[in-house]
């Protein structure tokens, strides 16, 4: 069984950073390609930023790039996402996901992950 602990989330003044981390466990999630996606308010779930299996291939949206960043230690079983800059439309429940074995690369589509975190709010004000 795969299990997703996100941490780090909170309320931060508009240009301040934050960062989130992932906790995971469960069988080789250290080979596992994973994501951090975020939903804000009425607003449909949204890719931020992918990471391959080893660390080697990261890709992040449009609207984060330059600002977040995506990191793994697999020794620690850990993901984080490092998040500068940060706007008040940055303002969602961040969630990080894992796609299943056999899949070393990221993805930006939320149907290709199989586990999900419960996610952590980041509240950003103006």
């Known amino acids: 069984q795969v299990q997703l602990v996100e941490s780090g989330g909170g309320l931060v003044q508009a240009g301040g950073s934050l960062r989130l981390s992932c906790a995971t466990s469960g069988r080789a999630v250290s080979r596992y390609a994973m994501g951090w996606f975020r939903q804000a308010p009425g607003k449909e779930r949204e890719s931020v930023a992918t990471?391959?299996?080893?660390?080697?291939?990261?890709y992040y949206a449009d609207s984060v790039k330059g600002r977040f960043t995506i990191s793994r230690d697999n020794a620690k079983n850990t993901v984080y996402l490092q998040m500068n800059s940060l706007k008040p439309e940055d303002t969602a429940v961040y969630y990080c996901?894992?796609?299943?074995?056999?899949?070393?690369?990221?993805?930006?589509?939320?149907?290709?992950?199989?586990?999900w975190g419960q996610g952590t709010q980041v509240t950003v004000s103006s």
């Open positions: 990471i391959n299996w080893s660390g080697g291939s990261v």
């Open positions: 996901a894992a796609r299943g074995p056999g899949y070393y690369t990221g993805s930006f589509y939320s149907d290709d992950y199989d586990y």
